[in-house]
T-cell receptor, first 114, second 115 residues
Framework: AQTVTQSQPEMSVQEAETVTLSCTYD???????LFWYKQPPSRQMILVIR??????QNATENRFSVNFQKAAKSFSLKISDSQLGDAAMYFC???????????FGKGTRLSVIA | GAVVSQHPSWVICKSGTSVKIECRSL??????MFWYRQFPKQSLMLMAT?????????EQGVEKDKFLINHASLTLSTLTVTSAHPEDSSFYIC???????????FGPGTRLTVT
């Protein structure tokens, strides 16, 4: 079974600075998807970024980018120019290519300091 | 983008009663819906997988007689918590998959409080 590990329960960052959230995973599959989700206080799950394992290029969405290291099974999220609205729980998630549920890490609570 | 709704968003019920939560895909047909449970400050835990027209598949440790799931159409799945107890109080989230890449779209969640 696949597992996802987020080793940082809490992180903080100064507004306008850069922060990196860590995520490692374990799988025997060669093809899969990786995601970062944001859960603000409203608790609505918001997709931040996704990465297909077969793509070597790291995904980027505006201020959010990932460092995907397939051999190391590492998938970190970098948030640049942090904003107060970035404060939330961030979950790393794994999914097989087929129609299967997401496997979530335990989450990292990010605080943004003004 | 694809929209998934949940109703109600918040429900309070008395111990021993049953409560139904609806999950709807508003603008797409969902081949599969997933039900998650989230306790405060914890991650999402998968409860069951629901495919239209077939019985739900429950995760280990989830009581299928207590958490009844019905997926009667490609746009609606329901979760009924039967004979609710205070320990069932939690945040319940559904997600629906659609499209060729089985993209998952989350509902806004339902907060259940059992008194």
């Amino acid at each position: 079974a696949q597992t996802v590990t987020q080793s940082q329960p809490e992180m903080s960052v100064q507004e306008a600075e850069t922060v990196t959230l860590s995520c490692t995973y374990d799988t025997s599959e060669s093809d899969y998807y990786l995601f970062w989700y944001k859960q603000p206080p409203s608790r609505q799950m918001i997709l931040v970024i996704r990465q297909e394992a077969y793509k070597q290029q790291n995904a980027t969405e505006n201020r959010f980018s990932v460092n995907f290291q397939k051999a190391a099974k590492s998938f970190s999220l970098k948030i640049s120019d942090s904003q107060l609205g970035d404060a939330a729980m961030y979950f790393c998630a794994y999914r097989s290519p087929s129609n299967t549920p997401l496997v979530f890490g335990k989450g990292t609570r990010l605080s943004v300091i003004a | 983008g694809a929209v998934v709704s949940q109703h109600p968003s918040w429900v309070i019920c008395k111990s021993g009663t049953s409560v139904k939560i609806e999950c709807r895909s508003l603008d797409f047909q969902a081949t599969t819906m997933f039900w998650y449970r989230q306790f405060p400050k914890q991650s999402l835990m998968l409860m069951a997988t629901s495919n239209e027209g077939s019985k739900a598949t429950y995760e280990q440790g989830v009581e299928k007689d207590k958490f009844l799931i019905n997926h009667a159409s490609l746009t609606l799945s329901t979760l009924t918590v039967t004979s609710a107890h205070p320990e069932d109080s939690s945040f319940y989230i559904c997600s629906a998959t659609g499209g060729r890449l089985h993209e998952q779209y989350f509902g806004p969640g339902t907060r259940l409080t059992v008194t």
